[in-house]
């Protein structure tokens, strides 16, 4: 009998919603909720977004518990029978005094049952830092659907529309401060951009500033590079703010050929030249011929190679072709956590014309991706820490890939993107060096 009690899970909105909050850099997140449900993202806040600035007496001031990030209000079972706003009221005026400028109140799913009125209680408490009450993250949603709820919140609080757009300007959406490499991942994008004279105005709640945020509506385009994290956002901007949106029908900007289809259609709808992503892409090509040329010239080890991989769907979609076409890899098995319906649909259909026999799961527990490792045996594994672990306890040699969230064990001091460009170097580089053990 299996013990499901131990099996991994996806993050959930709650993390998702706590995550859009503690991506603005100014911000603080209230959770209104038991103390066990912070420690978690409190930790992963301060380990991939850390604040240096932040005086250690608040680590041991009431309702921090000894945590440098989201402070809760360590609700009882007196709170759920009596109500939650006599803590609400008292963490807000304590968080009104350290001169943030954003509070996010967050309901845990059990509080949003109460039936508290967060805005209410808000006005009521008289604090002059502007707060933005997320009334309920659902009970049995995604990360990634918490995380688009509470940033379309947060846009319609804060952000005006603008009298006039910024020529050439864009907003990047679909990052989040829990995504793998994510730091090294927007820079390359805003290289890229501003090769041919783009400029990013916000990334959205990904270590963004609230003068970003609330200067998002003047961007002319919305460029969404993760469709599970950025189609909501981009169709409420849409509707609100009048910014049209490219992303959704192009794919992720993994690998050479989606690099170079993502970044023309960018620079397409703004009529610049292809000069500049054709360059690159050259560059990069003649980067890794000698590289690989070097790698198989004896025995071409990477043709044929069968791999696994896991991520969001936006994500596997575009590294899977990739691997597949540029290195000559086979895709034995594609696991997909986070979904997305047009990524998903990609993924589906460019697996079929491929007449590629490979083994789908979405949203698989540890003992599934087991269980399909060890039936289809690749020698590579991209993925996150749960894949990681997997590896190391299969029956065959398989080697592992730092690829997708949930992963925080590696430390990239260096500039080593994935996506881009420059991400194919770093992929690259990643195999043939693991394929060498």
């Known amino acids: 009998m299996k013990n499901y009690s131990t099996a991994s899970t996806r993050p959930d909105s709650l993390t998702g919603a706590i995550a859009a909050f503690e991506g603005i850099n100014e911000a603080c997140t209230l959770l209104n909720g038991p103390l066990g449900c912070k420690v978690y993202v409190s930790y992963m806040a301060s380990l991939l977004s850390p604040r240096l ?17 989201v402070p809760c209000t360590y609700i009882d079972e007196q709170d759920f029978i009596y109500g939650t706003e006599h803590k609400v009221t008292q963490a807000l005026k304590m968080l009104d005094s350290k001169n943030y400028g954003l509070i996010g109140v967050v309901n845990h799913s059990g509080t949003s049952l109460i039936g508290d009125d967060l805005s209410r209680i808000i006005q009521s408490s008289n604090i002059n830092t502007p707060a933005v009450p997320i009334e309920s993250s659902s009970f049995n949603g995604t990360y990634a659907s918490g995380f688009q709820n509470a940033v379309t919140k947060i846009l319609s609080c804060i952000t005006p529309k603008a009298d006039k757009k910024v020529p050439k300007s864009v907003n990047l959406i679909g990052y989040t401060l829990f995504h793998y490499n994510w730091e090294n991942d927007v820079a390359e994008l805003e290289r890229m951009l501003e090769l041919f004279g783009v400029k990013v105005i916000s990334t959205l709640c990904t270590a963004d500033s609230i003068a970003n945020i609330k200067s998002a509506s003047q961007a002319e385009l919305n460029v969404v590079v993760h469709e599970e994290y950025g189609n909501t956002i981009a169709s409420f901007m849409e509707k609100e703010y009048g910014i049209p949106h490219i992303g959704l029908e192009i794919g992720s900007p993994y690998g050479l050929s989606a690099s170079e289809i993502w970044f023309k259609d960018i620079a397409g709808f ?15 090509r003649k980067k890794c011929y000698p590289t690989l040329l070097r790698a198989t010239a004896i025995n071409n080890h ?34 997909v956590k986070e979904v997305g319906a047009n990524s998903l649909d990609m993924l589906k259909t460019y697996l079929a014309e491929n007449s590629l026999e490979t083994k789908i799961l979405v949203n698989p527990d540890q003992y599934e991706l087991a269980d399909c490792l060890n039936e289809t045996t690749p020698r590579l594994v991209f993925g996150g820490r749960i894949e990681e672990k997997i590896v190391l306890s299969l029956k065959f040699p398989a080697q592992f890939i730092p690829f997708s969230f949930p992963y925080y064990d590696r430390v990239n001091l260096t500039s080593r993107p994935i996506v881009g460009f420059n991400g194919v ?3 690259v580089e990643e195999i043939i060096n693991y394929n060498k053990k």
């Open 270 to 284: 703004f009529k610049l030249t292809d000069e500049p992503i054709n360059t690159e892409s050259a560059r990069i």
């Open 53 to 69: 600035s932040t005086p250690k007496a608040d680590y041991l001031s009431d309702f921090y518990f000894g945590q440098s990030r």
């Open 425 to 427: 170097l770093t992929l």
């Open 302 to 335: 990477l043709r044929g190679l069968p791999f696994g991989i896991f991520g969001d769907s936006s994500q596997v979609t575009s590294v899977t072709a990739f691997l597949y076409e540029y290195l000559g890899m086979c895709p034995v098995v594609v696991g």
